[in-house]
């Protein structure tokens, strides 16, 4: 009978480390890694390029891909993910306003110039009175647009109102343009429409209409760029984490640098 006890202890006890064990592994493999949303596929290689610096601290970046422009913000609030790299602060705001969420904006990674563009036109001087002008949807990706006219005085916004414009704050409109708002992902699409005169878009969105910031007729000035430089944005809790120290770190090396200069025929610069 002793034996049997022993034996029954013994495995009792191995059971019980073996839980123990698997607990710990568990905890230490999530503690481990590192999950980041992204949309488009130059962020996506971006972190590729920073899977390899995070592994020598022991870390394993995983890419969560989503397919629009709300998913990215909703995995990082409901700790789907540990952080996203999508978007620009000004965005992230509006979202923290709209969903009462607590994002935060931790480091900029790069930043490029918005532009618009004309199938038809090669200078804003020629738009025709009455033309059609997309621009983006949303009102942080409107005010951006709005603030360009403002600046090349194709329209004029409201005293004050910055980067915030909206279309109500068109104080004067020399050509009387019509502006359409178009979901930003379909911006470039509206670049064919016959009906529309210049199109507001993002060197991201320019390749498949075979097109670089070369081709804009109105592109924005560089301070206004970096006010817009797209970022790894966490939740308030963990932005002093270990976790976003490393990704942080990961992302802002050379190597990253040079790709992100390299892979855009120079439209994105770095902003690290």
Do not use: W
């Not at 992230?92 to 918005?114: C, H, R, S, T």
Request: hydrophobic content about 40%; some cysteine.
């Amino acid at each position: 009978m002793k034996k049997i006890y022993f034996a029954g202890l013994a495995l009792a006890t191995t059971v019980v480390f073996a839980a123990c064990g698997g607990e710990d592994t568990a905890t230490t493999k999530d503690t481990k890694e590192i999950t980041v949303a992204v949309q488009l596929e130059s962020s996506k290689d971006i972190l590729e390029i920073a899977k390899k610096e995070a592994e020598k601290e022991g870390y394993t970046i995983n890419i969560m891909e989503v397919s629009d422009n709300v998913a990215y913000n909703d995995a990082v609030q409901h700790e789907e993910a540990d952080a996203n790299f999508a978007q620009h602060e000004p965005f992230m705001k509006m979202f923290n306003q709209e969903k009462k969420a607590d994002l935060v904006a931790v480091q900029p990674i790069y930043y490029f110039a918005g532009g618009f563009y004309s199938k038809e036109y090669n200078d804003a001087n020629e738009l025709p009175d009455n033309g059609k002008v997309g621009i983006p949807s949303d009102p942080t990706n409107e005010g951006r647009a709005l603030a360009i006219l403002n600046a090349k005085g194709v329209i004029q916004l409201k005293e004050g109102v910055g980067f915030d414009g909206t279309i109500d704050d068109v104080v004067e409109n020399p050509k009387n343009l019509k502006f359409e708002r178009i979901d930003l992902l379909n911006l470039a699409k509206a670049y064919d429409e016959s009906d529309i005169a210049m199109v507001f878009c993002y060197p991201a969105y320019l390749k498949p209409i075979k097109l670089t910031t070369d081709d804009a007729i109105l592109l924005e000035a560089e301070d206004a760029s970096k006010h817009y430089a797209l970022q790894v944005v966490t939740r308030d809790g963990e932005k002093d984490s270990e976790k976003i120290k490393v990704l942080k770190e990961a992302m802002t090396t050379k190597e990253v640098a040079d790709y992100i200069k390299n892979s855009s025929d120079g439209a994105n610069i770095p902003a690290f």
